[in-house]
């Protein structure tokens, strides 16, 4: 018969033990948590007391509200603004997107409870009301009947668009207003209603005449005018409506209080306001003739010194598409253009600045183009770090054209009235403040005509942006080429 010690039987135990232990260990325990916030507690729940609360927000791509830009970037004020939100609630909190290639999807899936917050440009109607909880409006816009202006004559009223067929995007409030106007004396109109589409890719299809008519709201019409010259922008329909955030009916009114906070928040410090001109500050500034002209001169003249402005973007390391932009508001691509104050070339290099950068010859591309890019860097660095990129970037455009200087008197104007001297926002409201002796007398610099380099900065923006759509940006190590080829030196 085999015989046990004692001691085997106690040193068996202990092994079983520790096994037990290590494998409760390797088991996740799973509960159920409520997400914090600093105002109460939402009703979401977590599986795993390490794993982060998250925010879902649904959304479409669009110019609006969320894309991936040229430099393969995430972009789009709605993108900006959920961030913002998930931020301000802290470290314990991520966020997630889910992306709509229709809008009409976007509704459908916040309702069906897939997600917290829908954020894709919603307008604000009584019909939504109805099943879901809007917050805090942060954005008035206002509904436009858009057309081709190389196939129709401007729509003038309702009376213009009898017989005409408008397509308008399934699930938008523009289904809503178009039942409203046929009910207005004499109004006979027809419309289809396209599914699995938006607003932009219809202005799409409208620049290539694939339809007739379409609404859209003004601030995505002014934006994608700049793509497509030949749309058109008609009247107005109904009154101004508000954009909000939307939630199912069932959220909890602690996380629409939280968010209506946000947005009180950052209406009141000037960060929306901010956000808002980032995306859409310039979208006025150009007509169809200028955006035409500069297609067109992006065809026959930029290819010339492409290879040169990409070549100053490996030397200052600021995109060649915003170098050209600069290029072409100070001289058209035109090398020999000569100002009356003898401002020359393609960048217009004042004989200072010249000097300054070592320029023998200014109506020489090699040196113009290399110089003005340093030059631009060189007035970017003076700023303060702590300025965010784009708002430096924008206060360096206004500074090449009128100064450090007057620029910097704006920024002293912005803290005295109680603006924020490192946005670019507040800066284009006190730059043109400066005509004004009641202002000027007490600047450093004096007197200054500076409404024209918030037209100038504008103007850049909105060139840039039209080259973001049809340029790819540049990279070094997937184009490689000499830059010693192209009379550059990094600095």
């Given at each position: ?192 209603v396209q599914e699995n589409t938006s607003s932009e890719r219809l202005l799409e299809a409208l620049a290539n005449q694939e339809i007739d008519f379409t609404i859209a709201d003004n601030h995505l019409l002014s934006v994608v005018q700049y793509y497509y010259p ?262």
């Amino acid at each position: 018969m085999l015989k046990i010690k004692a001691s085997h039987i106690w040193w068996f135990i202990g092994i079983l033990s520790l096994l037990i232990c290590v494998a409760s260990l390797s088991v996740p325990k799973k509960i159920k948590q409520i997400i914090e916030s600093p105002n109460g507690t939402f009703n979401t729940k977590i599986e795993h007391a390490d794993a982060k609360k998250t925010i879902t927000f649904v959304t479409t791509n669009s110019s609006n509200t969320y894309y991936i830009d040229s430099n393969q970037k995430h972009a789009g004020l709605e993108y900006d603004l959920a961030n913002l939100f998930v931020k301000e609630l802290g470290n314990d909190y991520k966020i997630k997107f889910i992306v709509e290639n229709a809008f009409s999807d976007v509704l459908s899936t916040l309702l069906n409870n897939k997600a917290t917050i829908a954020a894709a440009d919603i307008t604000v109607t009584e019909s939504r009301k109805k099943n879901m909880i809007f917050t805090e409006p942060y954005l008035d816009v206002q509904q436009q009947i858009a057309y081709n202006r190389e196939t129709k004559l401007p729509p003038r009223n309702v009376a213009a668009l009898k017989n005409e067929r408008i397509t308008v995007p399934a699930g938008t409030s523009f289904v809503e207003r178009l039942q409203e106007l046929n009910n207005t004396k004499d109004a006979n109109l027809t419309w289809d209603v396209q599914e699995n589409t938006s607003s932009e890719r219809l202005l799409e299809a409208l620049a290539n005449q694939e339809i007739d008519f379409t609404i859209a709201d003004n601030h995505l019409l002014s934006v994608v005018q700049y793509y497509y010259p030949n749309i058109g922008m008609g009247f107005s329909i109904g009154k101004p409506e508000k954009i909000a955030w939307a939630l199912p009916e069932n959220a909890d009114p602690k996380l629409v209080a939280r968010i209506n906070k946000f947005f009180k928040k950052i209406k009141a410090d000037g960060t929306l306001a901010n956000l808002i001109d980032r995306y859409h500050g310039n979208t006025k500034r150009l007509n169809p003739f200028d955006v035409k002209t500069f297609l067109s001169k992006s065809q026959t003249l930029l290819p010339k010194y492409v290879r040169l402005f990409k070549g100053a973007q490996d030397a200052t390391d600021v995109d060649w598409r915003l170098l050209a932009a600069i290029s072409y508001q100070e001289s058209h691509w035109n090398t020999f253009n000569t100002s009356p104050t003898n401002v020359r070339g393609l960048m217009m290099l004042t004989e200072d600045t010249s000097d300054m950068m070592k320029v023998s010859d200014r109506l020489d591309p090699k040196q113009s183009i290399p110089a003005g890019a340093k030059f631009f860097l060189w007035i970017k660095d003076h700023f303060p770090e702590r300025i965010q990129d784009q708002d430096r970037t924008y206060m360096a455009l206004a500074s090449y054209n009128i100064g450090v200087g007057h620029v910097e008197d704006a920024r002293v104007l912005a803290q005295r009235l109680k603006l924020d001297p490192d946005r670019w926002a507040d800066i284009k409201k006190t730059l043109p403040m400066l005509t004004d002796p009641r202002y000027y007398v007490n600047a450093k610099h004096g007197y200054c005509g500076c409404a024209q380099p918030v037209i100038y900065t504008e103007s850049i923006r909105s060139y840039y942006k039209i080259l973001e759509k049809h340029e790819p940006a540049y990279d070094s190590e997937s184009e490689p080429f000499k830059i010693a080829s192209a009379g550059l030196a990094p600095i």
